[in-house]
Each structure stands twice: as C-alpha cells, then as structure tokens.
DNA sequence: GGACAAAGGGAAGTAAACCG
DNA sequence: CGGTTTACTTCCCTTTGTCC
C-alpha cells in the first residue's frame, strides 16, 4: 500500500526495527502470495458514500477493540447489501477508516473548507474517544474590546458556568489589562477578575511629594469621580437590566446545551444497546449453527445446564473474557463428506431440527452421573451451553493432551475428535492450526477444549499439509513441522 | 503506464488465562 | 509462581485491481 511505504520513514521505533528485520519478503512469503494474495479481482474502490457510511457507523457503535469492529462489519455489509454496494471485509473497513481519520487531521491544520466526511471522521473518533463535543471553553478577552476600557463591573459568563461564579471583583492589576480571567477556587467555584488601564490606579500609591500634591489630588479625586461614575454606570438600572437580560439569555443557552448533552448521551446509551442486542442474537444464532452442524453429523446435542453445576467454574473474569472470545471466533470446518472446508452454515430452523436429537437422548437409559463424568473428563472444566455428548464416552482429554506438548494417544485422537483447520481468528493473524472437531463448539473457558493439534510454521501453505490422519498418528518429534508449539515472543 | 487503492498475509509483541 | 498457550494487535510487505 501507499500509505505503508510512506510509513516506511516513520516514527514507530524499536518495535519497526525489529519487525523490518524480519520484514523482508522472504521467499516463502513470495512463493504463496504467488496464489491469492492482493487485490481481489472485482472490488471497487469506496465511493464517498460509502465511506460516510463507515464513519457515520464508527460513530455509532464507537469501536475500541475487534469486537466493536466486527459490529461495524455487520452493520456495514447490511447496509452496503441493501444499497448495492460491495460487501467488505472487517480489516479492510477499519483500515479504511483510519485512513480517512488520517485524512481528516491533516485537512484539520491544513487551510481550505473541512469536507463533511473528515467532519463526521473527527466527531466519530471523538466519540470514540469518549470526548464530549462541547465548544471550547473560551476565557480570552474579546478582540474588540478597547484597550482603554473604562472599569466595568461584569459579571462574565463563559460557557454557562453562571451558577459557579460567586465572587465578582475589581481588579486594577496591571499585567492582566484589559483581560478577564476565569480563576478556580478551592472550593471548585469561579471568581471572574475583570481588569482594566488606569494610569495612576495601575502603580502603587507612594508617599506624594508636596509639589506634586495638588496635581496628585486633583489626579486622585478624577481617578475617583472616574471610578465613581463607572460604578454608578455599572449599577444603573438600566445596565442591571442589561445584565440581567444577558444572564438570563447565557442561562437559557446552557441549559440548552445541558439538555443537548443529555439527548446525545441518550442516543448513544439506546444506540450501543441495539448494537449489544444484535450481537446477542447472532451469537445465539451462530452457537445454535454450530448445534445443528453437530446434529447433521451424527453427535447429540443437548441443553446440559443441569449437569455440570457440582464442579467449580472459572472465575467470572474468565468466564467473560471466554464468553467474548469463542463469540469472536471465526471458524472453518473440515467437511469429510465434501472433503473440503466449509464455513459454518445458517440452520434452518433449529429448535425443530434438534428435537428429535433431544428426544432421542431422552430416551437413553444413561444415567446422570455418567453424563457428567463424561461431559467433565472431556471438557475438564463445566460450561454451560451447549454440550456435546459423544457415545462411546470420549477420553479423558484435556488441554495439555495436545500433541504438539505432551503425549497423546493419536488413535484416540482420530477416533474422536475430527480435525478441522481454522484460521486463528478474524483479525488478520496469520496462526493456522490444526484442531479437534470439538473446537467447532463455543466453549465457556474460551480456550476450546482440545485446540491446536499442531500449528502450521508460517512459511508453510496449506499445499504442504499433510493428510490430516497422518498429522494426527504422527508423534510430534516426526511432525514436518516440528514441535508445533509457538514461540512466545522471545521477550517475555 | 504509473500512481494509488484494496486486500491478503507474515512476523513480532503483548496481555491474559490456564495448568502443574 | 512460572511456563505454556491463546487471542489480539500492529507494522509491514506483496500482489493485484482501479483510476487518471
């Protein structure tokens, strides 16, 4: 890309150090991003509707992590569906719209008008940021205020904070002329300090000389008469209606303001729980895919809540840091049949397809405790929904049964878990794995009980795999791959 | 034809969960 | 508690399509 070429002489340090060393395209790399890679035939570039589009929905769901851009994803592939324009993909989108935000800051301190495009980009990465976009609190002095005002008793009012201001003074000192400041007091209120030019008033008083104590007078007495009659200007009933009439219009517009915040507070509260509704319904919809996908493959599945409560859960961190990952996964499943990989499909209707799955598991004779015996040996720790039960009853099998670490009967394996290849997730990493069928299942733990049969090194395309049986009955020291264990970092 | 855009993917780093 | 593993992110590169 452009943009990443002109990176090339970025900032980012140490870590593009170390990444650029092992940056270059090695010839593996070449070699399979001979096949696929690049452009995909077909796209089209973004229309500016489209991208307004994407920034009107960044600001709307406000995505931090993935999770907030798959939202965005979905939400944005339905409406491109409906209006006819191309389906994109979450990387691409969220690349795309930090490319516009980009665009939109340099637009920001450039000269010329601000599109509404980078308008709405900033408000959305404000949003984002959790900013509110209230106008800047402007305490500077206006530009058409004479230098020579005369002393004016005001009471100033930036941004509605009336109702903070407690204390309003005269001040004469000079190196604040001609400036109002808002000052905080410790008591959290505000003390507006109106200044103002006054030649003799500006000094100190010293002692006069007896020359100059006539002039000196008769300076003082103007200087008083001068202050004198600001004040009674100042008080005058009519610059008290003035003010008031002021005061009542800068309460009106902060409380127009307030009610403002509040509405799009509102609207951002209502709006981020239709997004959390949508993405509870098509988890639903995704784990009960995945049921059906066990249903047509021959397994039982079955609501278990009521077998699984004896045994002590993960905490409720992991609980939920679990649940948010097996609902971000993306998965791929290897289809005997086809022969070939096949992304999970939509059931039908799945309360009328498991039925008769329920109805035959119902009428087993296997008793409660076998059950959980079972579902607990295969999964090591308690979940709640769903569960797979096989018959014959698996191994016990657990996460460091894997065969890239510790022994593992692979007749066993094979027997019992059908591998399948699965990217490892949807942001663009680039780990492929090998995992057991029950992989295919969300689990509460969000590990996935039986991960990982051995990943893939990365310069290895998928042409290199071996028959997945052969993976599975080869003992890990003879894996072609090796160890198939990740390094973790080197840094750590 | 060249510049740019879009997309796929590799490598590395990091946080956090899990297990013995 | 330390090692292991997974999920996630960022940076960077390459390939290929689109546009001018």
Same mark, same amino acid.
């Given at each position: ?9 970025? @900032? ?11 940056? *270059?395209?090695?010839?593996?790399? +070449?070699?399979?991003?001979?096949? !696929? ?43 491109? /569906? ?32 601000? *599109? ?36 004016? &008793? ?39 300090? +109106?200044?103002?030019?006054? =030649? ?72 981020? #729980? ?56 993306? #998965? ?13 499909? /939509? ?18 004779? &296997? ?27 698996? *191994? ?44 295919? %299942?969300?689990?509460?733990? !969000?590990? !996935? ?8 090194? @990365? ?8 028959? %997945? ?5 080869? *003992? ?5 791959? =090796? ?10």
């Amino acid at each position: 890309m452009a943009d990443n070429k002109e990176n090339t002489s970025g @900032p980012s340090t140490a870590k593009r150090a170390k990444t650029s060393k092992a940056a *270059p395209p090695s010839a593996a790399s +070449k070699k399979a991003s001979g096949s !696929g890679h690049g452009r995909v035939a077909g796209s089209q570039n973004y229309s500016e509707s489209e991208l307004m589009q994407l920034v009107k929905l960044a600001r709307s769901v406000r995505p931090i992590s993935m999770t907030g851009w798959s939202k965005v994803h979905q939400l944005y592939n339905a409406w491109a /569906e409906d209006n006819n324009f191309s389906l994109r993909d979450v990387k691409p989108l969220k690349a795309r719209y930090d490319k516009v935000h980009g665009d939109a800051l340099v637009k920001l301190t450039g000269a010329g008008e601000m *599109p509404e495009l980078y308008r709405l980009a900033l408000d959305a990465e404000d949003a984002i940021q959790g900013r509110t976009h209230m106008g800047v609190l402007d305490d500077e002095p206006a530009d058409n205020e004479p230098a020579d005002v005369k002393p004016v &008793i005001k009471a100033e009012n930036p941004a509605g904070l009336q109702k903070h201001i407690s204390v309003i003074s005269i001040s004469s000192d000079d190196d604040e002329s001609g400036s109002a400041k808002v000052k905080k007091e410790r008591d959290g209120q505000y003390m507006v300090v +109106k200044a103002y030019h006054s =030649g003799a008033a500006s000094t100190p008083p010293k002692k006069p000389s007896s020359s100059a104590k006539a002039s000196s007078a008769r300076s003082g007495v103007q200087d008083t008469r001068s202050l004198a009659l600001s004040l009674t200007t100042a008080l005058s009933p009519a610059a008290h209606e003035q003010r008031d009439a002021a005061r009542f219009q800068s309460q009106l517009a902060a409380g127009e303001i307030a009610a403002l915040r509040e509405e799009n507070s509102r609207l951002h509260d209502r709006d981020h #729980e239709r997004v959390e509704v949508i993405s509870r319904l098509e988890r639903d919809k995704e784990i009960l895919s995945m049921q059906l996908d066990f249903v047509k493959s021959g397994h039982n599945v079955f609501d278990s809540n009521m077998h699984l409560s004896s045994t002590p859960g993960p905490s409720g961190h992991d609980q939920a840091r679990g649940r948010r990952k097996s609902m971000e996964r993306a #998965e791929i499943a290897w289809d005997n049949d086809t022969d070939d990989w096949q992304m999970p499909h /939509e059931p039908d209707d799945v309360s009328e397809l498991l039925a008769p799955e329920r109805d035959m598991f119902e009428d087993r004779s &296997i008793k409660q405790e076998q059950i959980e015996t079972d579902t607990v040996n295969a999964y090591d720790r308690p979940f709640a929904n769903p569960v797979v039960h096989r018959e014959p009853s698996p *191994p016990a099998y657990n996460h460091h049964d894997r065969i890239g670490a510790t022994v593992h009967p692979p007749e066993l394996v094979t027997q019992h878990a059908t591998p399948f290849l699965r990217t490892d997730n949807v942001a663009g990493s680039s780990k492929i794995g090998l995992y057991s069928r029950k992989q295919t %299942l969300p689990m509460q733990d !969000g590990r !996935g009980f039986g991960e990982a049969a051995a990943f893939l090194t @990365p310069s290895r395309s998928l042409n290199n795999l071996p028959p %997945l049986t052969n993976v599975f009955k080869t *003992p890990v020291n003879d894996m072609p791959w =090796g160890s198939g264990t990740q390094a973790q970092g080197g840094s750590q």
